[in-house]
């Protein structure tokens, strides 16, 4: 039997060689027929920490690495777009600071 293949969303990168990721789907109900929204949970293993939070990825069944590890990472489809806010708001003050000091 083929293993299985999933794309999700990297939703926790704190650990270091694992990654959580989150699989969204739409479920009908059986007998009011309303879709309603669900999501399953992997925890993989992602050997070079390549993929980050907000990222799209490829993931594969494997054998058990831990007692939640049950995946590995293919490839990271597409890269977050997410900005880091605290980040860029330091480097303009940085930069206002340093215009400010020249003058």
């Known amino acids: ?3 299985k293949q999933l794309i999700g969303v990297v939703t926790s ?3 270091d060689k694992s990654r959580r990721v989150e699989i969204d789907r739409l479920v009908k109900h059986p007998k009011y027929g309303k879709y309603i929204k669900g999501r399953t949970v992997c925890h993989i293993h992602d050997e070079a920490n390549e993929s980050k939070v907000g990222d799209t ?7 058990p690495r831990s007692k939640t590890k049950r995946w590995d990472l293919v ?19 940085s930069t206002e600071a ?5 003058s």
């Open 57 to 63: 990825v490829e993931i594969i069944e494997c054998p």
């Open 1 to 3: 039997m083929p293993k």
């Open 98 to 102: 340093e215009s400010n000091s020249k």
């Open 75 to 93: 490839r990271v489809i597409s890269k977050s777009r997410q900005v880091d806010i605290a980040a860029m708001r330091a480097a303009s003050k």
């Open 13 to 15: 990168d704190k650990m």
